[in-house]
Protein backbone atom coordinates (compact mmCIF):
# COMPACT_ATOMS: atom_id res chain seq x y z
CA UNK A 1 0.00 0.00 0.00
CA UNK A 2 3.35 2.47 -0.29
CA UNK A 3 3.44 4.29 -3.18
CA UNK A 4 6.25 6.78 -4.15
CA UNK A 5 5.81 9.10 -7.31
CA UNK A 6 8.58 11.19 -8.68
CA UNK A 7 8.33 14.33 -10.98
CA UNK A 8 9.38 17.12 -11.63
CA UNK A 9 12.28 15.64 -13.96
CA UNK A 10 12.35 17.50 -17.63
CA UNK A 11 15.07 19.46 -19.79
CA UNK A 12 17.06 22.26 -18.18
CA UNK A 13 20.16 24.08 -19.31
CA UNK A 14 23.55 23.57 -17.79
CA UNK A 15 23.56 26.02 -14.50
CA UNK A 16 19.46 25.30 -13.62
CA UNK A 17 17.74 24.79 -11.57
CA UNK A 18 14.78 22.44 -10.83
CA UNK A 19 12.49 20.89 -7.99
CA UNK A 20 12.08 17.27 -7.95
CA UNK A 21 8.97 16.05 -6.44
CA UNK A 22 8.59 13.01 -4.61
CA UNK A 23 5.04 12.39 -3.44
CA UNK A 24 4.30 9.15 -0.64
CA UNK A 25 0.94 7.62 0.00
CA UNK A 26 -0.07 4.87 1.96
CA UNK A 27 1.62 5.55 5.05
CA UNK A 28 2.84 7.93 8.04
CA UNK A 29 6.11 10.25 6.75
CA UNK A 30 7.05 10.51 9.72
CA UNK A 31 8.18 6.65 10.17
CA UNK A 32 10.11 6.51 7.25
CA UNK A 33 13.46 7.82 5.48
CA UNK A 34 13.38 9.28 2.51
CA UNK A 35 16.11 9.50 -0.10
CA UNK A 36 16.68 10.44 -3.47
CA UNK A 37 18.92 8.15 -5.82
CA UNK A 38 20.80 8.69 -9.18
CA UNK A 39 21.69 6.75 -12.20
CA UNK A 40 23.61 8.16 -14.78
CA UNK A 41 24.49 6.49 -18.33
CA UNK A 42 26.57 3.78 -17.75
CA UNK A 43 26.95 4.28 -14.31
CA UNK A 44 26.07 2.85 -10.99
CA UNK A 45 22.94 4.53 -9.04
CA UNK A 46 24.22 6.54 -6.34
CA UNK A 47 22.91 8.45 -3.51
CA UNK A 48 22.34 12.22 -3.61
CA UNK A 49 20.29 12.96 -0.36
CA UNK A 50 18.53 11.61 2.64
CA UNK A 51 16.21 12.99 4.95
CA UNK A 52 16.04 10.86 8.12
CA UNK A 53 13.94 11.08 10.66
CA UNK A 54 15.75 8.62 12.95
CA UNK A 55 18.11 11.05 13.65
CA UNK A 56 16.83 14.38 12.49
CA UNK A 57 19.47 14.98 9.67
CA UNK A 58 19.81 15.39 6.43
CA UNK A 59 22.30 13.71 4.17
CA UNK A 60 24.13 14.89 1.04
CA UNK A 61 26.93 13.47 -1.73
CA UNK A 62 29.92 15.45 -1.32
CA UNK A 63 29.33 15.90 -5.15
CA UNK A 64 26.29 17.83 -4.48
CA UNK A 65 26.82 19.50 -0.88
CA UNK A 66 25.89 23.54 -1.44
CA UNK A 67 23.87 23.06 -4.59
CA UNK A 68 21.01 20.40 -3.98
CA UNK A 69 18.56 20.21 -0.58
CA UNK A 70 16.45 18.31 0.56
CA UNK A 71 12.81 19.26 2.14
CA UNK A 72 10.20 17.38 3.70
CA UNK A 73 6.54 18.48 3.91
CA UNK A 74 4.68 16.30 5.86
CA UNK A 75 1.55 17.92 5.51
CA UNK A 76 1.27 17.44 1.54
CA UNK A 77 3.54 14.00 1.93
CA UNK A 78 5.93 14.56 -0.50
CA UNK A 79 9.58 15.06 -0.25
CA UNK A 80 11.45 17.79 -2.05
CA UNK A 81 15.12 17.99 -3.86
CA UNK A 82 15.79 21.24 -5.01
CA UNK A 83 19.05 21.10 -7.30
CA UNK A 84 20.98 24.36 -8.45
CA UNK A 85 23.87 24.68 -10.32
CA UNK A 86 23.37 21.73 -12.31
CA UNK A 87 26.53 19.93 -14.03
CA UNK A 88 26.58 17.53 -16.85
CA UNK A 89 26.72 14.60 -14.51
CA UNK A 90 23.22 15.69 -13.26
CA UNK A 91 21.83 13.84 -16.03
CA UNK A 92 20.27 10.87 -14.93
CA UNK A 93 17.07 9.11 -13.98
CA UNK A 94 16.05 10.20 -10.71
CA UNK A 95 14.45 7.97 -7.67
CA UNK A 96 12.99 8.48 -4.59
CA UNK A 97 13.40 5.65 -1.88
CA UNK A 98 11.74 5.22 1.63
CA UNK A 99 13.09 3.25 4.63
CA UNK A 100 11.45 2.63 7.96
CA UNK A 101 13.06 4.61 10.10
CA UNK A 102 16.64 2.74 11.70
CA UNK A 103 20.11 4.13 11.89
CA UNK A 104 21.35 6.30 8.91
CA UNK A 105 24.64 4.79 8.86
CA UNK A 106 24.10 2.99 5.55
CA UNK A 107 21.58 6.04 3.63
CA UNK A 108 23.33 6.00 0.82
CA UNK A 109 23.72 2.15 0.17
CA UNK A 110 20.55 0.56 -2.35
CA UNK A 111 19.73 -2.68 0.03
CA UNK A 112 18.90 -0.25 3.21
CA UNK A 113 15.52 1.17 1.38
CA UNK A 114 12.25 -0.85 1.51
CA UNK A 115 10.44 1.19 -1.08
CA UNK A 116 11.66 2.50 -4.55
CA UNK A 117 9.48 5.32 -6.87
CA UNK A 118 9.63 4.78 -10.59
CA UNK A 119 11.78 7.42 -11.21
CA UNK A 120 11.89 10.87 -13.00
CA UNK A 121 14.93 11.80 -15.80
CA UNK A 122 16.81 14.88 -15.36
CA UNK A 123 18.79 16.02 -18.78
CA UNK A 124 21.13 19.22 -18.44
CA UNK A 125 21.95 20.11 -21.57
CA UNK A 126 24.49 23.19 -22.89
Known amino acids: QLHLVESGGGLVQLGGSLRLSCAASGFTLNYYAIAWFRQAPGKEREGVSCFSTSDAKTYYADSVKGRFAISRDNDKHTVYLQMNSLKPEGTAGFYC???????????????????WGQGTQVTVSS
Open 97 to 115: AAAVTRSSSAWSTEPWYDY
